[in-house]
């Protein structure tokens, strides 16, 4: 599945953007879909993750009551919403994806379980 990313931009801290993911080609709700982020000098890590079918969702600690996940299957389309942004939260935002289409919902945080990356999209924050 071929991922595009968009939404990024520079903020000041206490800001909100919304980044968003297009997904083309596929059946959209065989996949799951996670959102990672890299800081400089920083490993990447895992942020938030959505079921196939927005059944059930994870957010790491940091983000969590700040940012919110969703899509919309009909569309090819995943969303990060980033609300209260901090310097912190200053990273490149990839958006990933790997299928699984049985009929239980998926979740993961693990960057090996993703097999679909998109170019990802630069989010800044000041402070």
């Known amino acids: 599945v071929q991922l595009v990313e968009s939404g990024g931009g520079s903020v000041q801290a206490g800001g909100s953007l919304r980044l968003s993911c297009a997904a083309s080609?596929?059946?959209?709700?065989?996949?799951?879909i996670g959102w990672f982020r890299q800081a400089p000098g920083k490993e990447r890590e895992g942020v938030s993750s959505?079921?196939?079918?927005?059944?059930?969702?994870y957010y790491r600690d940091a983000v969590k009551g700040r940012f919110t996940v969703s899509r919309d299957n009909a569309a090819n389309m995943a969303y990060l919403q980033m609300t209260l942004l901090k310097p912190e939260d200053t990273a490149v935002y990839y958006c990933?994806?790997?299928?699984?289409?049985?009929?239980?919902?998926?979740?993961?945080?693990?960057?090996?379980?993703?097999?679909?990356w998109g170019q990802g999209t630069q989010v800044t924050v000041s402070s």
């Open positions: 990933a994806a790997y299928i699984d289409a049985a009929p239980s919902p998926s979740l993961s945080i693990l960057e090996d379980e993703y097999d679909s």
């Open positions: 080609g596929v059946d959209f709700d065989d996949y799951v």
């Open positions: 959505i079921s196939q079918r927005a059944e059930n969702t």
